[in-house]
């Protein structure tokens, strides 16, 4: 059967989606349902909340972010090279592939000293 | 009549399958989270040096139940600045990837269960040839779960630690996707199985000494526990992404957080820990157990594997202070990445001269 090994994937994403929504009805079934308007604000230590609609937050989340695209991308190209590492070895081409695997961590590499060296890492600035 | 249906080998199979999921799933979120909570818990207790938590049932061993049942009935509260749809959809997104992250995870060599099935089967709920890449990818969903528990909870407190949730989630997964990539050059391999499988001559401990340096902070940093869990970091905020959360929808993240804890825990000890095998260089077969009829001791001893591990998540919990939140990040960039590139130079290195050899 087509993708038939991914059927138990399939089981575990129904159960886990039974298992979570059952609880949430189950709490909004069985839970008492008293509100007020001090019991629903905001938990904000007392005071009322001011100005959620336009939270800001420092812009290296961001930069984090964008850099780890770049670097995941790589580590998942990294994977297929690591997986056949052993098969050039065996045929041979051994040094090729250290090669070439090394060039590409050195480009990676010098991705990263260079976000060091501008200060994207640095988060005490 | 029922003799022939019941030794109907598409029957056998079937049977076989759902037993697996059913095992696993209730292990995993009816044994294992449960009894996680009662023993961080008591483990604290003693660490601290008081009781903990010893009155409901025999050493208080039902206390998660109770709790579990607290939390059912606990009012179902919604603040009013929430964003509804999404706020209700965060604890169950957070359920589903930790429930579908154990799926590749192997807790056995492949067996017929001591003659009871007519071929070796693999004991793995999916048995993916890309396990590995698998598991990567739906761990990496969990985060999702935490950036939309923070944003939709419309809170400031919630909003800093989902955003410092996701940072730290995805700049520590860079570092155990290079930790891991050593992995596969030592195991030649992306299959769960057969990572473990090459490990019957010596563990990947031995090669992989400074990946497993890597991947254990990695680990740590991604199920978001001390000394790593500045998300939650309750001295400035207060509990962070589920500072809004209470009830069962509370409880579903903590559930997801146990249950994660045992995947990686097991992932761990797949990688670098011989998964099932006896000692670093002794297999069972090497010490004479049968396999065929007492196939059930290697899943026991993986399992052991697992609590000890899960006990060293709680011991270092309850030792360990936090780190600060700059001192975080550059240890996952400035420190773990650069080791775990480094490694792979190493690895590759030794591979080549082990060959030319």
């Known amino acids: ?125 | 009549m029922v003799e022939t249906f019941l030794s109907n080998p598409d029957f056998i199979k079937w049977a076989f399958f759902a037993g697996k999921i059913l095992l696993l799933f209730g292990l995993a979120f009816g044994v294992v989270a449960p009894v996680m909570i009662w023993v961080e818990r008591r483990v604290a207790g003693l660490i601290q040096d008081r009781y903990g938590p010893n009155r409901v049932g025999p050493f208080g061993l039902l206390q998660s139940l109770a709790d579990g049942i607290k939390l059912l009935l606990k009012e179902d509260l919604r603040p009013t600045e929430i964003r509804p749809v999404f706020y209700l959809l965060a604890p169950i997104l957070s359920v589903i990837p930790a429930a579908m992250a154990f799926a590749v995870i192997p807790f056995g060599p492949p067996t017929t269960l001591g003659g009871l099935l007519p071929t070796p089967m693999r004991l793995q709920i999916a048995e993916l040839n890309v396990g590995l890449v698998y598991v990567l990818a739906i761990s990496s969903l969990s985060v999702y779960a935490i950036a939309l528990a923070g944003w939709a909870s419309n809170n400031k407190f919630s909003v800093l630690g989902s955003l410092r949730a996701s940072a730290q989630m995805i700049s520590y997964e860079l570092a155990a996707g290079l930790a891991i990539v050593s992995v596969i050059l030592l195991s030649g391999s992306v299959d769960l199985m057969a990572i473990a499988q090459s490990q019957t001559e010596m563990w990947n401990i031995f090669p992989g000494f400074l990946a497993f340096l890597v991947f254990l902070p990695a680990i740590f940093a991604e199920t978001n526990r001390t000394p790593f869990d500045l998300p939650e970091a309750e001295a400035e905020l207060v509990v962070g992404y589920h500072t809004e959360y209470s009830g069962i929808k509370f409880g579903l993240f903590f559930l997801a957080e146990y249950v994660n804890m045992a995947t990686v825990s097991a992932l761990c000890i797949l990688f670098f820990f011989g998964g099932w095998e006896f000692l670093p260089w002794l297999s069972w077969e090497k010490i004479g157990v049968d396999l065929n009829t007492f196939w059930f001791i290697p899943t026991i001893w993986f399992f052991t594997k697992i609590a000890a591990f899960l006990f060293f998540f709680v011991w270092v919990r309850w030792t360990l202070p936090r780190f600060r939140y700059d001192q975080l990040m550059s240890i996952g960039w400035k420190t773990l990445i650069p080791i775990a590139l480094l490694n792979i130079l190493i690895t590759t290195t030794y591979l080549v001269f082990e060959k030319a050899s």
Not at chain 1, 18 to 45: D, H, I, M, Q
Not at chain 1, 79 to 107: C, E, K, M, Q, S
Request: aromatic share 18%; with cysteine.
């Open chain 1, 1 to 125: 059967m087509f993708l038939s090994e991914y059927l138990g994937v399939a089981v575990l994403l129904i159960l886990g989606l039974l298992a979570g929504c059952g609880a949430v009805a189950a709490a909004w079934l069985f839970g008492a349902k008293r509100y007020y308007p001090n019991k629903t604000s905001a938990y904000e230590c007392g005071i009322p909340s001011e100005g959620a609609e336009n939270e800001r937050f420092s812009v290296r989340f961001y930069l984090v972010a964008v850099s780890f695209i770049l670097f995941d991308i790589e580590t998942i190209f990294l994977v297929p090279w690591a997986l056949g590492f052993r098969g050039f070895l065996d045929n041979g081409h051994g040094l090729y592939i250290w090669t070439v695997g090394l060039v590409f961590l050195a480009v990676l590499t010098l991705g990263l000293v260079y976000e060091w060296r501008k200060g994207l890492l640095d988060w005490n600035t």
